[in-house]
């Protein structure tokens, strides 16, 4: 079975019998698309980006919320396997996260890799844990985190590129 497969089956083993608000196969393509994108060769060494963020729009965030856990160990994973395969290193563990896109219609969603070092990919986990934990200490609240002003801009520039 080939990654894209296992992912697949992954993710529609998490979402059940609810219907996903869009197609997981397409973001995981996304993912390791942008991933060799932004590769880049360091000290000799093919360096896949350790930073991934997925922007949905407002409306897919209640839906999704819950499996947000899930869904970026999933995606992790399958970004990690898919760098193996062409033998790509990390500055550290792949940090997968959701963030909302207002201008994003529901159903839609981006996928961004960037490139970061050791240190601020910690710093990132670490406000990751600080946010999620938040979210579970909400009994069924979530309260939706907007994407940062440059993610908007680098979509924005995405869809006038070839």
Same mark, same amino acid.
Not at 81 to 87: G, M, P, R, T, Y
Not at 134 to 158: T, W
């Given at each position: 079975?080939? *990654?894209?497969?296992?992912?697949?089956?992954?993710?529609?083993?998490?979402?059940?019998?609810?219907?996903?608000?869009?197609?997981?196969?397409?973001?995981?393509?996304?993912?390791?698309? #942008?991933?060799? /994108?932004? %590769?880049?060769?360091?000290?000799?060494?093919?360096?896949?980006?350790?930073?991934?963020?997925?922007?949905?729009?407002?409306?897919?965030?209640?839906?999704?919320?819950?499996?947000?856990?899930?869904?970026?160990?999933?995606?992790?994973?399958?970004?990690?396997?898919?760098?193996?395969?062409?033998?790509?290193?990390?500055?550290?563990?792949?940090?997968?996260?959701?963030?909302? /896109?207002?201008?994003?219609?529901?159903?839609? *969603?981006?996928?961004?890799?960037?490139?970061?070092?050791?240190? %601020?990919?910690?710093?990132?986990? #670490? #406000?990751?844990?600080?946010?999620?934990?938040?979210?579970?200490?909400?009994?069924?609240?979530?309260?939706?985190?907007?994407?940062?002003?440059?993610? #908007?801009?680098?979509?924005?520039?995405? /869809?006038?590129?070839?």
């Amino acid at each position: 079975m080939n *990654f894209l497969s296992a992912f697949e089956d992954h993710v529609a083993g998490i979402f059940g019998a609810a219907r996903a608000p869009f197609s997981f196969k397409k973001l995981a393509k996304q993912a390791a698309r #942008e991933m060799e /994108d932004q %590769t880049l060769v360091v000290n000799g060494v093919n360096t896949a980006p350790a930073l991934y963020t997925i922007l949905i729009a407002n409306d897919d965030d209640p839906l999704m919320a819950p499996y947000y856990p899930q869904l970026t160990r999933e995606v992790s994973e399958f970004v990690k396997n898919n760098a193996e395969k062409k033998s790509y290193a990390f500055v550290g563990e792949p940090l997968v996260r959701f963030m909302i /896109d207002p201008s994003l219609k529901a159903g839609k *969603f981006s996928v961004f890799a960037e490139n970061v070092d050791a240190p %601020t990919l910690g710093r990132l986990y #670490e #406000e990751e844990r600080a946010y999620q934990k938040g979210l579970s200490g909400q009994m069924n609240v979530v309260s939706p985190r907007p994407a940062p002003g440059r993610a #908007e801009a680098q979509r924005a520039a995405a /869809d006038v590129a070839p």
